[in-house]
């Protein structure tokens, strides 16, 4: 599967942004997703996951409550709802693709998209 990740930009603290994902291929419904990022210096780690019916996600910690993963298997795309972000939510964040099960851990992910780059600006 190939993935184009797009929605990022230059946003105020407190500000929102929807990232979007849109998937290649006919069997986006087999595969878990995921949204993780990258910060400048630092490694890449998980943001969000979810199942490929859509009924059963996790986040990190530093993101709960303020972002909100989603899918639609019709349009194969996923989504990222980034609400109430702060300057270290800044990074270029990547959609991720796994077969079957979700995951936190940013080696089991078979499929990477290209990135989209989050600004947050104090």
């Known amino acids: 599967v190939q993935l184009q990740a797009s929605g990022g930009g230059l946003v105020q603290a407190g500000g929102s942004l929807r990232l979007s994902c849109a998937a290649s291929?006919?069997?986006?419904?087999?595969?878990?997703m995921g949204w993780l990022r990258q910060a400048p210096g630092k490694e890449r780690e998980f943001v969000a996951t979810l199942s490929r019916s859509g009924g059963s996600s996790a986040y990190a910690d530093s993101v709960k409550g303020r972002f909100t993963i989603s899918r639609d298997n019709n349009k194969n795309a996923v989504y990222l709802q980034m609400d109430g972000l702060k300057p270290e939510d800044t990074a270029v964040y990547y959609c991720a693709a796994r077969r079957l099960v979700t995951t936190t851990l940013r080696y089991e992910y078979d499929y990477w998209g290209q990135g989209t780059l989050v600004t947050v600006s104090s």
């Open positions: 291929g006919r069997t986006f419904s087999s595969y878990a």
